[in-house]
């Protein structure tokens, strides 16, 4: 959505599941989204295209957030992990585990 004129800018396509979360990098250029198909996807926050499927996670993805460089990503999921990946390789370069439930953030 379009915050000065209220239209819809674009429809981000390409999940096969629910989009549970929705974030834009700290210099407003690209998109990560969380979805029920187990993956994150990293967005053109300009074009809408679709630059990078992020997979690993074995259950919905409920959270993701950019770092405050912009250069990776955390996600979060009911499978019990927190993953963090490296936007330029779009890599899992840490996977967190330890949590005794879904982690939603």
């Keep these: 959505w379009n915050v000065d004129t209220g239209l819809l800018d674009m429809i981000l396509r ?5 989009v549970y979360a929705a974030e834009w990098s700290p ?3 690209l ?3 969380g979805s029920a198909d187990h993956s994150a996807k990293i967005w053109h926050g300009v074009f ?5 499927t992020l997979k690993g996670h074995r259950a919905v993805v409920r959270a993701a957030s950019f770092s405050s ?5 955390v996600t979060c999921s009911w499978d019990r992990t927190t993953r ?3 936007i330029a390789s779009g890599q899992c370069v ?6 005794m439930g879904d982690v939603f953030s």
Aim: glycine share 20%; proline share 0%; hydrophobic share 25%.
């Design 84 to 86: 963090v990946w490296d």
């Design 14 to 18: 390409g999940h096969s599941g629910s």
């Design 31 to 33: 998109v990560v989204t």
């Design 94 to 99: 840490a996977t967190l585990r330890g949590h």
């Design 69 to 73: 460089s912009g250069n990776s990503v």
């Design 27 to 29: 210099d407003g250029q």
């Design 48 to 52: 809408g295209e679709c630059m990078e």
